[in-house]
C-alpha cells in the first residue's frame, strides 16, 4: 500500500466550477503537510500548506484531519490556469517528504 | 537567480552506460534531493544531502551514486543504467523552512 494515495482522476470540471481532491496518508506520526501542484512537463512548485486548522489562500482551501489521517483541497471558481496535476505531500521529518501520484484536473471553458 | 538548474535536460542511453546527472542552486541552501518520477508512483526519493559533505539513501538508492560536491551542486550517478532507470529525475534544495524547490527535471531513457 502507498504511503500517500490520492485518485488520480482526471477531474474534469468548467471554469467557475469548485472541485474538491482528498489525499490519505499511512503514517500516523507524519508531521507536515502540503499541496504542491504539477503543470504538464514541469517541476512540482508549493501551493500551500495544510495546518491543522485549516487555512485558505484566495480560492484555494485546505484542510487536515489527523483523526482520519486525510487532507483535502478545495478549488472555488476554478479557472482555465488551474489546470495542472495536484501533489499531495506528507513530510515525516525534514528530510523524508512522501508524496502522492498526483489527481490531474482540466479547467473547461 | 536560476534557483535550481539541472543538466542534462534529455539523455538516452543503452543499458550498461554509465552517467551523471548535474544539479546546482544558487539559494545558498544546505539540504539537497534527488527523486525520481514515474507514473502513477509519484515523486520517490533516492539520495538526500542534509548539508555539505554529507549524503544519506532515501527510499530507492539502488543503483545510483551522489555527490555533494559543495554546497551549490549535488550530482546523481547511474554506474551502469538499466531499462528499469528511465524516469524523469528532478533535483530539489531547502532552505529554513518546509518548502523545497524543484529544477526543470531530467527525462532520462535506458534502453
Known amino acids: 500500500r502507498k504511503e500517500v494515495e490520492q485518485d488520480p482522476g482526471p477531474f474534469n470540471v468548467p471554469e467557475g466550477a469548485t472541485v474538491a481532491f482528498n489525499c490519505t496518508y499511512s503514517?500516523?506520526?507524519?508531521?507536515?503537510f502540503f499541496w504542491y501542484r504539477q503543470d504538464c512537463r514541469k517541476e512540482p512548485k508549493l501551493l500551500m500548506s495544510?495546518?491543522?486548522s485549516g487555512n485558505e489562500d484566495g480560492r484555494f482551501t485546505a484542510q487536515l484531519n489527523r483523526a482520519s489521517q486525510y487532507i483535502s483541497l478545495l478549488i472555488r471558481d476554478s479557472k482555465l490556469s488551474d489546470s495542472a496535476t495536484y501533489l499531495c505531500?506528507?513530510?515525516?521529518?525534514?528530510?523524508?517528504?512522501?508524496f502522492g501520484a498526483g489527481t490531474r484536473l482540466t479547467v473547461k471553458p | 537567480n536560476a534557483g535550481v538548474t539541472q543538466t542534462p535536460k534529455f539523455q538516452v542511453l543503452k543499458t550498461g552506460q554509465s552517467m551523471t546527472l548535474q544539479c546546482a542552486q544558487d539559494m545558498n541552501h544546505n539540504s539537497m534531493y534527488w527523486y525520481r518520477q514515474d507514473p502513477g508512483m509519484g515523486l520517490r526519493l533516492i539520495y538526500y544531502?542534509?548539508?555539505?559533505?554529507?549524503?544519506d539513501k532515501g527510499e530507492v538508492p539502488n543503483g545510483y551514486n551522489v555527490s555533494r560536491l559543495n554546497k551549490r551542486e549535488f550530482s546523481l550517478r547511474l554506474e551502469s543504467a538499466a531499462p528499469s532507470q528511465t524516469s524523469v529525475y528532478f533535483c530539489?534544495?531547502?532552505?529554513?523552512?518546509?518548502?523545497?524547490?524543484f529544477g526543470p527535471g531530467t527525462r532520462l531513457t535506458v534502453t
Open positions: 530539489a534544495s531547502r532552505g529554513q523552512g518546509y518548502e523545497q524547490y
Open positions: 495544510v495546518y491543522s
Open positions: 544531502s542534509a548539508s555539505e559533505g554529507t549524503t
Open positions: 503514517n500516523s506520526a507524519s508531521q507536515s
Open positions: 505531500v506528507v513530510m515525516n521529518n525534514n528530510n523524508d517528504m512522501r
